[in-house]
DNA sequence: TTGCAAACCTACTAGTAAATAAGTAAATTA
DNA sequence: TAATTTACTTATTTACTAGTAGGTTTGCAA
């Protein structure tokens, strides 16, 4: 079965988010390619908040799809895919969600807000745990807090994806680079 | 003399562009706080463009004057007067300037673009240079590459503004005692 | 004191935004 | 097969957006 309108919506209205900016699409960025009418957009999700709340949400489920096929896998190899993954959003011209949810903050309704601070949580106790173990296997550099470093390592890529649209491409393979190194052993 | 209104506007501007984004703001939320009439705002910036314009502008002048002041001092005390700027504006729930103009990229334009590239490279220099020096002096911890370096700082610092409204705000004093830490000897 | 420009205001336009009401065709279910 | 639901369309509304034309006031300069 070919993706239904309402995913297409939520891969359409994901990508605009992210290239764009919320307040920079509209419904009509949306029903225009997909060649159905205005109020089609509207019949799956009433407002804008709702189709926020749907790709918040839709984020979550990838990533918790993502997290379970990467469990057997050893640390390092987890981390590297996640750069990986941070690498093809960026030459794809569009930003991480949680840097694009976050400037965006204040346009979105309590429900999406929570949504994506539950997303955020889990990537973030999910890099935690990464290094906890990495560290465990002496794979990685011992840091005093883990969270510490998951912070840091995701802000640097998520913000790097954002930055290299303003400086270079060379800039993102740099610090996707070092990331790596600077923990590694 | 008291900042004239042109003044007013590009504080205003710079204020909500940063809190809400770009599209997320109207000249309409520019003339009401400073009462004065929308057809003001358009008679100092013709274009919503000749705001976003000024505001890079402005913000290359402040960082003009910021990097003269700082010359002096030593590399160590340089770079904690820019994360303590960086945690004033996290305090204000305001991004950082570089994250706003990145993820509204695509609503500028050219010239405006322009300006925001001068304004980056501008920070990245000054930030290479002051590691540099630092290890030179033997006061900062040997890396690779400086810029890479600086790029990562830059991105963690900045990101974390905008992280931090989705986690807590210890996450941002975390991050920020961490980038100092981690560069000292 | 006249002329003129800076800094506004009044009043408006054209376009676009999100959202809705009401209707329809096709598929599904009872 | 009758009733209902799904997935839309047509047509419209309300509200706001950036932007403009033209008039007014104020202060300064010739």
């Given at each position: 079965m070919a993706s239904s309108t309402r995913e297409k919506i939520i891969q359409l209205g994901d990508d605009l988010l992210r290239k764009q900016g919320f307040n920079a699409f509209s419904y009509a960025d949306i029903s225009k390619p997909l060649q159905i009418?205005?109020?089609?957009?509207?019949?799956?999700?009433?407002?804008?908040?709702?189709?926020?709340?749907?790709?918040?949400?839709?984020?979550?489920?990838?990533?918790?799809?993502?997290?379970?096929k990467m469990a057997t896998k050893e640390p390092k190899d987890r981390l590297k895919t996640f750069l990986n993954f941070y690498h093809s959003i960026h030459l794809s011209e569009k930003v991480d969600i949680i840097g694009a949810?976050?400037?965006?903050w204040y346009s979105l309704g309590p429900n999406v807000q929570t949504e994506v601070q539950e997303f955020t949580e889990l990537v973030i106790e999910w890099l935690t745990e990464l290094i906890q173990e990495g560290m465990d296997l002496g794979q990685?550099?011992?840091?005093?807090?883990?969270?510490?470093?998951?912070?840091?390592?995701?802000?640097?890529?998520?913000?790097?994806?954002?930055?290299?649209?303003?400086?270079?491409?060379?800039?993102?393979?740099?610090?996707k680079n070092s990331i790596l190194e600077e923990l590694l052993n």
């Open positions: 009418k205005n109020a089609a957009v509207h019949y799956h999700f009433p407002s804008k908040q709702d189709l926020a709340f749907a790709i918040a949400q839709w984020h979550k489920d990838v990533f918790d799809r993502f997290s379970r949810f976050a400037t965006d990685f550099r011992k840091t005093q807090n883990t969270r510490t470093t998951a912070l840091k390592i995701l802000s640097s890529i998520f913000a790097s994806t954002q930055l290299v649209r303003i400086t270079s491409d060379q800039d993102f393979t740099r610090v």
